[in-house]
């Protein structure tokens, strides 16, 4: 069993950035491939990042590619995903998740944090 907690997100003008982390507790979490995904009002949940258990491995969705960082660190079983260059159209609610394979069908996850809302404004 994994818990996962975000926090935050925030509001914030184009062009800024937000740090969100991902606190996990179980002791299996460090086996764990973790993901960010995130749903957009009227729209199905997408895949945004995901960090292999290890951190060795990265991937992103093409529209975050250059702007968005995965990292963790398992010594304090946490996941960040660092937001950069932010633009409207990122306006979602974010979620942590773990899990899942293929990585970036986010029907996969078997567990969920409860999001954190990341609004930014034009």
């Known amino acids: 069993q994994v818990q996962l907690v975000e926090s935050g997100g925030g509001l914030v003008q184009a062009g800024g950035s937000l740090r969100l982390s991902c606190a996990a507790s179980g002791r299996l979490f460090s086996g764990y491939a973790i993901a960010w995904l995130r749903h957009l009002p009227g729209k199905e949940r997408e895949f945004v990042a995901a960090?292999?258990?290890?951190?060795?491995?990265?991937y992103y969705a093409d529209s975050v590619k250059g702007r968005f960082t995965i990292s963790r660190d398992n010594a304090k079983n946490t996941v960040y995903l660092q937001m950069n260059s932010l633009k409207p159209e990122d306006t979602a609610l974010y979620y942590c998740?773990?899990?899942?394979?293929?990585?970036?069908?986010?029907?996969?996850?078997?567990?969920w944090g409860q999001g954190t809302q990341v609004t930014v404004s034009s």
């Open positions: 960090i292999s258990w290890n951190g060795d491995n990265t």
């Open positions: 998740a773990a899990g899942g394979l293929p990585l970036r069908v986010p029907d996969t996850y078997a567990y």
